[in-house]
Structures are given as structure tokens and as C-alpha cells.
């Protein structure tokens, strides 16, 4: 069973769509973040829920809007999509006070690639 | 805050040659340390980390890293690399009892040449 999964793994779509990214962990985490990776594998954390409750949100243009039904679960959606936001987006997961056994989990990305 | 600089952003070394990959870090408390290696379209995987205790730590597949407060690094080594070793490597620094202030750094390509 993959622990945190992504879906979907490439996403090519073109300039002006909507368009959403689905992650799923099963770890029992209670904490999941989004980070993006450019071109040049910079990672960047976008955003981080607490138990559901956003408790990241670093600088990210308000197209960009994650959503998290329950815990084990936590989406992305992205209006209006421009070229820039052409990169790997990553979903992880943690439990928060057992960082010190675990770290992150990650999934294994999403390649979106607008056009 | 916290933040981590990784010392080459690509690094080649010949098929059973040393690895070194160099990391330093800043943090106003004693943090949590880790070593992730990212393998082509992959996600990242975690290698080793530091917490507390033995300030030398083993991880996965013969890489170690040692923690140095003075130096305020955490360079990762293997004695002997693989062909397989060929990937992406991020160290990342975080807060203890503030999971969520994960910090990355830029990463580093390791090469392996035959």
C-alpha cells in the first residue's frame, strides 16, 4: 500500500484551465503539506494542515487553494493556470511531535506541465 | 528562523570513490536534521536523520552523516558509491516540537561516473 499517493502523476493542461490534485495518506498522519519543486529542484512549502486546520500558508498566489475534507486527505486546486506554474508538486505527510522518529512522508509528485 | 545551505549543487565522483555532500545550517534552537534523497521522477525519501544522542547517525543504503553544533553542519558521506547512488540530495533542518517548520535546502546532484 503506497502511504501517500498523488493523483494524478502528469498533468498537462494549457493556459487559463482549472485544475485540481488529489493526495491521500494513509499513514494515520495528522499533519499533510503541499510543497512545489521547480526546474531547478527548489522545494518550497505552499501549504500545511493541522488535523483539517490550515496552519501554513506561505506566500502562494490566491489561485492556488487546498482543501481538506479529513485529515487523511488533502487537495489541490489551481485556477487560471499559467505557465509559470509549470513544475512537480509534492503532498507529505507527519505526525506532528513524532517528526523526531519519521520526518516527512512523501508522495511522488505530480508533474504539471501548463502549455 | 531557519534555513540550510547546501555547498555544491552538483557533485561528481567516480564508481567507489567517497561521498561528500556538505550541509550547514542556521537555527536559533537545536534542531532536528535530515538527509533526503530524491531519484529521478520520484518523491524523496528519507535517508537518515539527527535528533539527539550519537551525533554520528546511519541511514540507508551506507550513508551516514555526522551533526557538528560548532560547525553547525551535517554533511553526508558514504566510503564507497554506487552507480545507484546517482540522484537529487536535500538536507532539511526542522524545529523540534514544530514538525511544520520543515526547511529544505537547495539540493545537490550527485554523479556517479563509471
Known amino acids: 500500500d503506497t502511504a501517500v499517493s498523488q493523483t494524478p502523476k502528469y498533468l498537462v493542461t494549457q493556459m487559463g484551465n482549472d485544475k485540481s490534485i488529489k493526495c491521500e495518506q494513509n499513514?494515520?498522519?495528522?499533519?499533510m503539506y503541499w510543497y512545489k519543486q521547480d526546474s531547478k529542484k527548489f522545494l518550497k512549502i505552499m501549504f500545511s494542515?493541522?488535523?483539517?486546520?490550515?496552519?501554513i500558508n506561505e506566500t502562494v498566489p490566491n489561485r492556488f487553494s487546498p482543501k481538506s475534507p479529513d485529515k487523511a486527505h488533502l487537495n489541490l486546486h489551481i485556477n487560471s493556470l499559467e505557465l509559470g506554474d509549470s513544475a512537480v508538486y509534492f503532498c507529505?505527510?507527519?505526525?506532528?511531535?513524532?517528526?523526531?522518529?519519521?520526518?516527512?512522508?512523501f508522495g511522488s509528485g505530480t508533474r504539471l506541465t501548463v502549455v | 528562523a531557519q534555513s540550510v545551505t547546501q555547498l555544491g549543487s552538483h557533485v561528481s565522483v567516480s564508481e567507489g570513490a567517497l561521498v561528500l555532500l556538505r550541509c550547514n545550517y542556521s537555527?536559533?534552537?537545536?534542531?532536528?536534521l535530515f538527509w533526503y534523497v530524491q531519484y529521478p521522477n520520484q518523491g524523496l525519501q528519507l535517508l537518515l536523520k539527527?535528533?539527539?544522542?550519537?551525533?554520528l547517525v546511519k541511514g540507508i543504503n551506507g550513508f551516514e552523516a555526522e551533526f557538528k553544533k560548532s560547525e553547525t553542519s551535517f554533511h553526508l558521506t558514504k566510503p564507497s558509491a554506487h552507480m545507484s547512488d546517482a540522484a537529487e540530495y536535500f538536507c532539511?533542518?526542522?524545529?523540534?516540537?514544530?514538525?511544520?517548520?520543515?526547511?529544505f535546502g537547495p539540493g545537490t546532484r550527485l554523479s556517479v561516473l563509471p
Open positions: 494542515y493541522n488535523n483539517k486546520e490550515l496552519i
Open positions: 532539511a533542518v526542522s524545529r523540534p516540537n514544530y514538525g511544520q517548520n520543515f526547511v
Open positions: 539527527y535528533t539527539t544522542g550519537a551525533t
Open positions: 499513514l494515520g498522519h495528522d499533519t
Open positions: 507529505a505527510s507527519s505526525q506532528i511531535g513524532e517528526i523526531s522518529n519519521y520526518g516527512y512522508t
Open positions: 537555527s536559533s534552537v537545536p534542531p532536528y
